[in-house]
């Protein structure tokens, strides 16, 4: 037995008997790795949440969306982005550039009036929003405008 005094405390340490036989060890080992009933995932498990500009956010910065797709006959384009919780994170506006090759679209987010005083926690959601293009998108390419 070995007692020992760390920083006030005491530290006992004690053995008995000696270390099982290599046999044992080997035998209680398993050949292959346990199965898993209920793996842990990671995919939403919702659709994402349809979100409407408030217009009239704080701190309002660009925000990258990670898919468009065109609907209404290509005439709307759906953006789907990961954000987080109302009203800590509120999509402020969208802003669509179209010329004859491309439509540029650009989401802003900010802070909603809203979450002054209120405690935000840090999670992501998955938002999504439908912007009305001018014109059909046709052959355009729809490009993201808050990539550098």
């Known amino acids: 037995m070995t007692a020992t005094l760390m920083a006030g405390c005491l530290v006992l340490a004690t053995s008995c008997g000696a270390a099982p036989p290599a046999e ?19 995919a939403p498990t919702k ?10 956010a704080i701190n309002v910065h ?7 797709t065109p609907v209404s006959k290509n005439k ?5 982005w ?10 402020d506006r969208v802003k ?10 650009t989401l802003y987010e900010g802070t909603g009036p809203k979450a002054a005083n209120v405690a935000c926690i840090m999670i992501a959601v998955e938002k999504t929003t439908t912007v009305k293009l001018k014109k059909a998108l046709g052959t355009r390419k729809i490009v993201d405008g808050a990539k550098p």
Do not use: F, M, Q, Y
């Open 24 to 42: 044992r060890v080997a035998a209680s080992t398993p050949d292959k790795p346990p199965v898993v009933a209920n793996p842990v995932t990671t």
């Open 82 to 91: 990961w954000s987080g919780v109302a009203p800590c994170t509120v999509l």
């Open 96 to 105: 669509v550039k179209e010329t004859a090759k491309r439509v540029t679209i």
């Open 62 to 68: 660009k925000v990258r969306w990670t898919k468009a």
């Open 76 to 80: 709307k384009v759906k953006l789907t």
């Open 47 to 56: 659709s994402p949440e349809p979100v409407k500009p408030t217009g009239d």
